[in-house]
């Protein structure tokens, strides 16, 4: 039986057993007038059979995938003539991926030979004696989960205790795996950038000045030694993220402040779905829009006035960063001024504050920490953006806090040291885990000032 087959019938199972559940709890009081007598409601039952359908089955289908591989694979090595066994790791991870590739009827290199016959047809059968083994395994457990569930509904079960403990677990097991991934990125992250400090001084990182990450990969190969100092990353990102900004924060709050108080609600409702289709765009998109309309526009409008503009300008990139935030940062302050108490507008209009006095003296501090939340992700957004960058600023890390000129941002740079084919043991590559911890601080760092602003104005407005 197929996966998707095997799991939509263990759902099945389980609607059967809910049903099934809520039968038996009825019939054990004599009907649906007597269901007073029970602990729990009939469906609490009917849960708890159903639960005891799906969580066992589904452990166990969850086991089987993550073992199944290694297992199928260890039983096709031992199935390989004695000389194929003894190849190097290398060798014999390349002879098995054949095999594989040779099982799905998909293309090989190399010739084909019988020993790669036969192990493919041994895969085949080691993979369906596998499926038929599962779909065996997780109908029994979900049958047998179901008839122990059954059977021990009695007037005096506990159901919704023992269905609300479930459920409990559940959301404490999903919050778990939200926090331990977390922690996971950031350790993967924080064990390579020590390791690239230990290649290169953290002062030289932090504080250089000139960013040239080619290193020789061999000893007798002719290439640059390599210089990692970020700063000017960490300018080409500040520069571009504050042009957008400077873009999106004044033209994302006054749409907000129109939309929410002053528009009519016919326009309210056109012009705020069309606002957030620019959320829906492709940042590509917005790429491209930079590289062929907005750079060269800058460039024109710059040289007219005199100015040396490059073909790649983190203006025309924060400019056009700044219009794809604009939905983000209006969005965000719309739902916080339309969450202002009523009675906090409606005392100011009645004390005879004008709309544009209730706005800025009472609606707006009001919003404050909304408005503040939103400006902070729009700036990681901002932070975080990679493709306008590369098409509309280019990848020349310049120290320069010119708009005109052509930057780089950490992000570039990090997809950069990443592309093709790397080793892991280069500072070259290193580099990208150090520039995505800095990223991951910066972030940091912007949500905790973020909390202390939403902490200051709402003990003053609750």
């Known amino acids: 039986m197929e996966n998707t087959t095997l799991i939509l019938t263990v759902c099945l199972l389980g609607v059967a057993g809910f049903y099934l559940g ?38 166990v289908l969850t086991l089987w995938f993550v073992l199944e591989p290694r297992v199928v694979m260890a039983l096709l090595v031992d199935s390989l003539p004695q000389a194929q066994q003894d190849l190097p790791p290398g060798q014999l991870n390349l ?8 099982a799905a009827g998909s293309a090989i290199g190399g010739e084909t030979n019988q020993v790669l016959t036969d192990a493919a047809a041994v895969y085949l059968q080691l993979q369906a004696r596998s499926r038929l083994l599962l779909t065996g395994l997780v109908l029994a457990c979900a049958v047998l989960g179901g008839v122990i569930a059954w059977r021990r509904i009695h007037p005096e079960f506990r159901a919704r205790n023992r269905v609300e403990g479930i459920v409990m677990l559940l959301l404490v097991a999903a919050s778990s795996i939200a926090i331990f991934t977390t922690i996971g990125i950031v350790l993967s992250v924080l064990f390579e950038a020590v390791r690239f400090f230990g290649e290169v001084p953290i002062s030289d990182f932090l504080f250089g000045t000139n960013w ?18 970020a700063i000017p990353l960490f300018t080409g990102t500040l520069l571009i993220t504050g042009i957008a900004m400077l873009v999106a924060v004044p033209v994302g709050l006054m749409t907000a402040i129109y939309l929410a108080e002053y528009s009519s609600r016919g326009v309210r409702e056109i012009a705020k779905p069309l606002l957030e289709l620019l959320a829906g765009i492709p940042t ?14 800058v460039r024109r409008t710059g040289e007219s006035l005199g100015f040396e503009v490059a073909s790649e300008s983190a203006l025309a990139a924060g400019l056009v960063m700044g219009i794809m935030i604009i939905p983000l940062v209006s969005s965000l302050a719309d739902d916080a001024i339309k969450a202002v108490p009523g009675s906090m507008r409606d005392g100011a209009l009645g004390l005879g504050s004008t709309r544009s006095e209730a706005m800025t003296k009472v609606i707006l501090p009001a919003a404050l920490p909304g408005i503040v939340g939103g400006i902070l992700l729009a700036v990681s957004r901002a932070i975080g953006e990679t493709m306008i960058v590369v098409m509309a600023a280019g990848l020349a890390a310049n120290l320069t806090a010119n708009p005109f000129a052509a930057v780089t941002t950490v992000t570039v740079q990090i ?48």
């Open 415 to 462: 997809v950069t040291l990443l592309v093709g084919d790397q080793e892991f043991d280069s500072a070259k590559t290193l580099a990208a885990f150090a520039l995505g911890l800095i990223l991951f601080i910066v972030t940091l760092i912007l949500n905790m000032a973020g909390l202390r602003v939403v902490r200051k104005y709402r003990e003053q407005y609750e």
């Open 22 to 59: 809520r039968s038996r709890s009825l019939s054990v009081v004599g009907g649906f007038a007597a269901a007073r007598n029970l602990h729990s409601l009939p469906g609490y039952y009917g849960y708890f059979t159903a639960i005891w359908c799906l969580l066992p089955a589904l452990a």
């Open 212 to 229: 040239s990450p080619q290193t020789a990969i061999r000893a007798d190969q002719v290439g640059s030694s390599g210089s990692f100092g």
């Open 284 to 297: 590509v998109v917005y790429g491209f829009f930079a590289a062929l309309t907005i750079a060269p526009w």
């Open 95 to 102: 002879l098995l991926n054949n095999v594989r590739n040779f």
